[in-house]
């Protein structure tokens, strides 16, 4: 009987002793108590270790993300800035055909004084000799052809009538061309000042235009600058969350480090703060709970959060790791959970029918921390509040697109 014993029952052994019972009571109870000891530190140590691995998971995933989003915003800042380079040379030219149009407006301008000096002389001309050649012109017409006759009748000497003869005519004739150059000048003139006008109206009408398209091109250029500044802001803090993920992602192999370097169970830890920072995961957080907005960030009465619609008794869940810093009725919000994230930044669940969390708990992203109740309109819903630096934030910033 004792050869076919294990080595396990065989004498001196702990498991024969124990069973056996070759050890006192109290020795066996402390040694009992050992086993269930070490069995939950073993316990504790593998789940924390499951925590710490998931962590450095989501933060792997996060940081890619944020890479891809840096990718995405350097891309679009090319794009911007060679839209930028094609509007300045727009506007170079559109300076330039300004400028030239301002030098033909100018020289029209000019062309148009003088043209309106040289008619206003004229006219001032005609005005002083329309008397004389008024009157010469009415006495012609009066006498008619008695007139040369008797200019010709009053010539003494016969010799001379040809020559009076020819006076006559020339005399007829240089007024006859003196008023036909006189009025082909003033519609010369006055052809070539209705001319310069319509030109120049045309030049008006062009260098407004060339002035609306420049002030266009002026605001798509400035529309675009402003457009860089905020791309690189998004840069500037995409980079910041990034560096700040990757200290949170270094901690947490360093303690997976540890750990696989010291796989001797040690006494569990008081629950800390996440490790993992909440901004670098803006846009990426889960929703609390099911169902569709209600009440909007900075309206009505509790302004500081949403009111999601949903069922009663519906499932809240954490929508980031944390610890919580409260757990019970709250005025006004019926039962409250508040859970820290660490850096002043909290989220709120509020209006729960029961509390699955208590005070000082840890809770992983996802985590139950109660179900939905009544809000102060009487229907289900769930209240939900973000707050980034201490400051209320609108969740639907944070949470993911659905």
Same mark, same amino acid.
């Given at each position: 009987?004792?050869?076919?014993?294990?080595?396990?029952? !065989?004498?001196?052994?702990?498991?024969?002793? #124990?069973?056996?019972? /070759?050890?006192? =009571?109290?020795? @066996?109870? *402390? +040694?009992?108590?050992?086993?269930?000891?070490?069995?939950?530190?073993?316990?504790?140590?593998?789940?924390?270790?499951?925590?710490?691995?998931?962590?450095?998971?989501?933060?792997?995933?996060?940081?890619?993300?944020?890479?891809?989003?840096?990718?995405?915003?350097?891309?679009?800042?090319?794009?911007?800035?060679?839209?930028?380079?094609?509007?300045?040379?727009?506007?170079?030219?559109?300076?330039?055909?300004?400028?030239?149009?301002?030098?033909?407006?100018?020289?029209?301008?000019?062309?148009?004084?003088?043209?309106?000096?040289?008619?206003?002389?004229?006219?001032?001309?005609?005005?002083?000799?329309?008397? !004389?050649?008024?009157?010469?012109?009415?006495? #012609?017409?009066?006498? /008619?052809?008695? =007139?040369?006759? @008797?200019? *010709? +009748?009053?010539?003494?000497?016969?010799?001379?009538?040809?020559?009076?003869?020819?006076?006559?005519?020339?005399?007829?004739?240089?007024?006859?061309?003196?008023?036909?150059?006189?009025?082909?000048?003033?519609?010369?003139?006055?052809?070539?000042?209705?001319?310069?006008?319509?030109?120049?109206?045309?030049?008006?009408?062009?260098?407004?235009?060339?002035?609306?398209?420049?002030?266009?091109?002026?605001?798509?250029?400035?529309?675009?600058?402003?457009?860089?500044?905020?791309?690189?802001?998004?840069?500037?803090?995409?980079?910041?969350?990034?560096?700040?993920?990757?200290?949170?992602?270094?901690?947490?192999?360093?303690?997976?480090?540890?750990?696989?370097?010291?796989?001797?169970?040690?006494?569990?830890?008081?629950?800390?703060?996440?490790?993992?920072?909440?901004?670098?995961?803006?846009?990426?957080?889960?929703?609390?709970?099911?169902?569709?907005?209600?009440?909007?960030?900075?309206?009505?009465?509790?302004?500081?959060?949403?009111?999601?619609?949903?069922?009663?008794?519906?499932?809240?869940?954490?929508?980031?790791?944390?610890?919580?810093?409260?757990?019970?009725?709250?005025?006004?919000?019926?039962?409250?959970?508040?859970?820290?994230?660490?850096?002043?930044?909290?989220?709120?669940?509020?209006?729960?029918?029961?509390?699955?969390?208590?005070?000082?708990?840890?809770?992983?992203?996802?985590?139950?921390?109660?179900?939905?109740?009544?809000?102060?309109?009487?229907?289900?819903?769930?209240?939900?509040?973000?707050?980034?630096?201490?400051?209320?934030?609108?969740?639907?910033?944070?949470?993911?697109?659905?």
């Amino acid at each position: 009987m004792a050869n076919r014993c294990s080595r396990g029952s !065989e004498p001196g052994t702990w498991g024969w002793r #124990l069973a056996a019972g /070759g050890w006192p =009571r109290t020795q @066996r109870a *402390l +040694l009992v108590a050992g086993f269930a000891s070490f069995a939950l530190t073993v316990s504790a140590q593998q789940s924390d270790r499951a925590r710490t691995e998931a962590l450095a998971a989501r933060a792997g995933e996060r940081l890619q993300a944020l890479q891809r989003e840096a990718d995405r915003l350097a891309s679009e800042e090319r794009t911007v800035l060679g839209d930028l380079q094609k509007l300045e040379v727009d506007r170079q030219l559109k300076a330039a055909q300004l400028k030239q149009t301002d030098a033909e407006v100018a020289k029209v301008s000019a062309e148009l004084d003088g043209l309106n000096a040289r008619l206003a002389t004229l006219q001032d001309a005609d005005a002083a000799s329309r008397p !004389e050649l008024r009157a010469r012109l009415v006495e #012609l017409y009066k006498l /008619g052809e008695a =007139r040369y006759l @008797r200019v *010709l +009748l009053s010539t003494p000497d016969l010799r001379r009538v040809g020559e009076a003869t020819r006076t006559v005519a020339a005399l007829a004739r240089l007024d006859r061309e003196r008023v036909a150059r006189h009025q082909q000048t003033l519609a010369d003139l006055t052809s070539t000042r209705q001319t310069l006008e319509e030109r120049a109206r045309r030049l008006s009408k062009v260098r407004a235009d060339e002035e609306k398209a420049q002030a266009a091109l002026d605001r798509a250029a400035a529309a675009r600058n402003a457009l860089v500044r905020d791309i690189d802001k998004k840069r500037d803090l995409n980079a910041e969350l990034a560096g700040e993920l990757q200290a949170a992602q270094q901690k947490l192999q360093l303690a997976l480090r540890d750990a696989n370097a010291n796989p001797e169970p040690r006494n569990p830890e008081p629950a800390t703060l996440n490790p993992l920072p909440i901004k670098p995961f803006k846009g990426d957080l889960d929703w609390p709970t099911t169902g569709t907005v209600r009440g909007r960030f900075g309206r009505g009465s509790r302004a500081n959060g949403i009111e999601i619609d949903t069922e009663d008794g519906a499932y809240a869940r954490a929508v980031h790791d944390g610890l919580v810093a409260f757990a019970g009725p709250f005025g006004g919000f019926g039962n409250l959970v508040i859970v820290d994230h660490g850096g002043q930044s909290f989220s709120l669940y509020g209006d729960l029918l029961e509390l699955a969390v208590k005070k000082g708990a840890r809770v992983d992203r996802g985590q139950l921390v109660g179900s939905a109740g009544a809000t102060p309109s009487g229907v289900p819903g769930l209240y939900f509040e973000l707050r980034i630096d201490g400051q209320p934030v609108d969740p639907l910033q944070w949470l993911r697109k659905r």
